[in-house]
T-cell receptor
Framework: NAGVTQTPKFRILKIGQSMTLQCTQDMNHNYMYWYRQDPGMGLKLIYY???????DKGEVPNGYNVSRSTTEDFPLRLELAAPSQTSVYFC??????????????FGPGTRLLVL | GENVEQHPSTLSVQEGDSAVIKCTYSDSASNYFPWYKQELGKRPQLIID?????GEKKDQRIAVTLNKTAKHFSLHITETQPEDSAVYFC????????????FGTGTRLTIIP
């Protein structure tokens, strides 16, 4: 299994541009998450999904959108990029069955710089 | 929502000594407390976790303790080694079935050879 993969690894955006961060997992996990990590800080939840077709907001959803059309993919869309969105973005997924449901496995991250 | 505080923000210990990182949480209904290790430029990786029905859990040199009454939990690393140098994050699971984690702000642990 590749686990959780993310593309791109690094991207520079100009203010006002848009982009989609890709996240794919091959572990058949129902739950998927997007976090951002600002320098020297912890992880903040942007959006999450408990299954295909179901998404919900986390702590810091403003400026972002998500969709979940398949179990495997959970793309994060940035519209009208702003310097405040400069961060490292991590996608994560977790097991579908009770008992180990909360264990989250992270992707390698996407480093985004908005200038 | 849940709020997780983590201390200290930085910690330096001599190789071979023990390290302790502490976290407090606000929501008494939280029931799952994982610890993640993040090396420089890498993804967070789960190193140990504990559920609210257990007071202590150990895995080789790493242990976690939970005090539900005081709403705090701690990570203990014994016989520290240079490869333990990293940033450690605690988290608490926001209850009610939506599996959301609230993370602490992290502790940068440096092991001095």
């Amino acid at each position: 299994n590749a686990g959780v993969t993310q593309t791109p690894k690094f991207r520079i955006l100009k203010i006002g541009q848009s982009m989609t961060l890709q996240c794919t997992q091959d572990m058949n996990h129902n739950y998927m998450y997007w976090y951002r990590q600002d320098p020297g800080m912890g992880l903040k939840l942007i959006y999450y999904s408990v299954g295909a077709g179901i998404t919900d907001k986390g702590e810091v959803p403003n400026g972002y959108n998500v969709s979940r059309s398949t179990t495997e993919d959970f793309p994060l869309r940035l519209e009208l990029a702003a310097p405040s969105q400069t961060s490292v973005y991590f996608c994560a997924s977790s097991y579908p069955w009770q008992g180990a449901r909360e264990t989250q496995y992270f992707g390698p991250g996407t480093r985004l710089l908005v200038l | 929502g849940e709020n997780v505080e983590q201390h200290p923000s930085t910690l330096s210990v001599q190789e071979g000594d023990s390290a302790v990182i502490k976290c407090t949480y606000s929501d008494s209904a939280s029931n799952y407390f994982p610890w993640y290790k993040q090396e420089l430029g890498k993804r967070p990786q789960l190193i140990i976790d504990i559920r609210s029905n257990v007071g202590e859990k150990k895995d080789q040199r790493i242990a976690v303790t939970l005090n539900k009454t005081a709403k705090h939990f701690s990570l203990h690393i014994t016989e520290t080694q240079p490869e333990d140098s990293a940033v450690y994050f605690c988290a608490a699971s926001w209850p009610f079935g939506n599996e959301k984690l609230t993370f602490g702000t992290g502790t940068r642990l440096t092991i001095i050879p």
